[in-house]
């Protein structure tokens, strides 16, 4: 796609996209008879002890029901954070149940599809846990799904909305690192060992780790115009404290390049498979994830991009990198629904936008073939920038 084109496309979608907010947000004034958003959250399990009170702590937000397959884990939510909702052991039941505005999908990634649809058919906005769907061909339906009756959709991560990422996007328009050439990205640990999920099918690494940098690196550079990657399997089975041994059966350790146009290409690692004395929580961690080289300079991105610690840019050979931005700003990797809501009672457009979450699920999924057939997977998504910026 040359320059001109893209441009329209972003300028169509940003329209299309406000012209959404408006109506949606007309309906859910002429719906809604509460100064607060009613969120109904699906999935009590251990992502759901950072959602509540997130959540909670926002004054345009009421959780009004609680919901997992495993009861009692909605019913112990409920209790741990007084949260006073009522509980339901399945969606039907839910969406039956306490009339809510917006569900919040926390459950194990495959069912995401299947259970966004059900919300969306039932009249609620979803902000879902990545990934949106399974497959791009899912989640594109539920976005037209969404459309046709006024309602938002949004997807996890929400990598955009720290000052870090913002930063990084001035320093990039702004021609400090001169020609944008190269980038990586990388984030691992030694796998969780609480679910089966994330090694079964439709699970994987990239859908659980991928995610966050491919979200970043494409928010910075522009959608991917193509995909080459290989995957693998390195430990064949995992021991899972709630099942026993289970066999893998996605991959547990993945390269992927993405061609971002202009010359610019960048490469993301993810595995379940990788040592780091940090923990799966990273706390503390020192080292970079995302490094963004030009002919003038280059960002390094100190942490994790879903829990960051600084930006270095380096742009001279006469001093060190400085260190920037090591305040997060308030910036939490939970924050997004708590954002999408508050963004509907406001009556304002968030950073985050669904296109981009389809188009990383795209790239997920491009890279799988591309793998197994040994190719090049050319993509047809995009989005808007998060910033309102074309390179």
């Known amino acids: 796609m040359n320059e001109i084109s893209r441009k329209e496309f972003l300028k169509m979608t940003a329209m299309s996209g406000a012209a959404i907010l408006l109506s949606s947000l007309e309906s859910f004034a002429k719906e809604s008879k509460s100064s607060k958003l009613r969120i109904g959250v699906i999935g009590c399990g251990s992502v759901s002890n950072r959602y509540i009170p997130h959540l909670q702590s926002s004054s345009l937000i009421e959780i009004v029901s609680l919901c997992d397959i495993i009861y009692e884990r909605a019913l112990a939510q409920n209790q741990e954070y007084k949260v006073n909702a009522a509980t ?56 037209e799904l969404a459309k046709s009756k006024n309602l938002r959709l949004w997807g996890a ?80 089975e995992r021991m899972i404290y709630e099942k026993g041994l289970v066999k893998v ?96 009672i406001n009556k304002t457009e968030p950073k985050i936008n669904v296109e981009h979450a389809l188009h990383v699920l795209e790239i997920m999924e491009a890279a799988r073939k591309s793998s197994a057939t040994g190719t090049k997977v050319n993509l047809q998504s995009e989005f808007k920038y998060p910033l309102n910026t074309v390179l």
């Open 88 to 143: 339901y052991p399945n969606i039907d039941d839910m969406l039956k149940g306490v009339p809510f505005d917006m569900m919040i999908t926390l459950t194990d990634m495959q069912q995401h599809g299947h259970l966004n649809k059900k919300a969306l058919m039932a009249e609620k906005h979803v902000w879902s846990e990545k990934p949106i769907a399974t497959t791009y061909a899912e989640g594109k339906a539920l976005l």
């Open 157 to 236: 991560p929400a990598v955009v909305n720290s000052p870090q990422f913002s930063f990084m996007a001035k320093c990039i328009q702004e021609g400090k690192l001169g020609r944008v050439a190269s980038a990586h990205g990388q984030y691992g640990h030694t796998g969780p060992d609480w679910s089966s999920f994330f090694y079964e099918k439709d699970g994987g690494s990239m859908p659980d780790l991928g995610v966050y940098n491919i979200a970043t690196l494409t928010g910075l550079l522009g959608p991917a115009l193509s995909v080459m990657a290989m995957t693998s399997i390195v430990n064949p």
């Open 249 to 344: 059966e996605v991959e547990d350790n993945a390269h992927i390049l993405m061609d971002h146009g202009k010359g610019i290409i960048s490469h993301v690692m993810c595995g379940f498979n990788y040592f780091d004395p940090h923990g799966h929580e990273a706390h503390g961690q020192q080292l970079h994830s995302i490094q963004i080289f030009g002919d003038k300079g280059n960002l390094r991105l100190i942490g994790y991009d879903w829990e960051t610690n600084g930006v270095y840019l380096d742009d001279s050979y006469g001093h060190p990198a400085t260190l920037y931005h090591q305040e997060t700003g308030g910036y939490v990797w939970q924050e997004g629904a708590t954002k999408v809501a508050e963004s509907i």
